[in-house]
């Protein structure tokens, strides 16, 4: 069955329930696991005007934070996994957008699949904030599982 999950998490509260499945799945399969954080690049300064020194120093500083947040959030799913006893290792890329890097992940570490979580918006929520989600599911080769 499945040998290795790609676990991409947001650290949001229903992030941190698909993870903690996701780790629950790969003990039961005895698979291994990649923690997944997408820092989402804003977007080019081209698209504000101008690239001035205070833009790039405003951006840098962006990528740092995000990049920071991202580790915090993968040392995370990291302590879950060691306390189940699944091998893990975690990546951190700058995607525009997300879903992209999630799917260009997993088919560079050949996951046999990826856990995620949906957040569960509907009607116009859905359609202004988008879903992450919904994209991976659409634009993946290998099966997707949704926690909900």
């Known amino acids: ?25 790969a003990q039961t399969l005895g698979a291994c696991v990649t923690g997944f954080y997408a820092v989402e690049l804003p977007w080019p300064a081209q ?37 189940a006893g ?8 700058e995607s525009l957008p997300p879903d992209a890097g999630i799917i260009a992940a997993a088919r560079k570490l050949h996951c046999d699949a990826i856990v995620m979580a949906s ?7 859905s359609i202004v904030i988008g879903s992450v989600t919904r994209r991976v599911l659409l634009g993946s080769k290998i099966p997707v599982l949704v926690y909900r």
């Open 86 to 93: 699944v091998p893990f290792d975690s990546v951190i890329t």
């Open 1 to 25: 069955m499945f040998k290795h999950l790609l676990i991409p998490t947001d650290g949001s509260p229903q992030s941190g329930k698909a993870v903690k499945a996701g780790i629950r799945l």
């Open 119 to 125: 957040h569960g918006r509907r009607g116009l929520a």
């Open 47 to 83: 698209a504000y005007g101008a690239d001035t020194a205070g833009r790039r120093r405003v951006l840098t500083e962006y990528g740092r934070h995000a990049t920071a947040a991202g580790r915090r959030h993968l040392d995370t799913v990291h302590r879950i996994a060691r306390a």
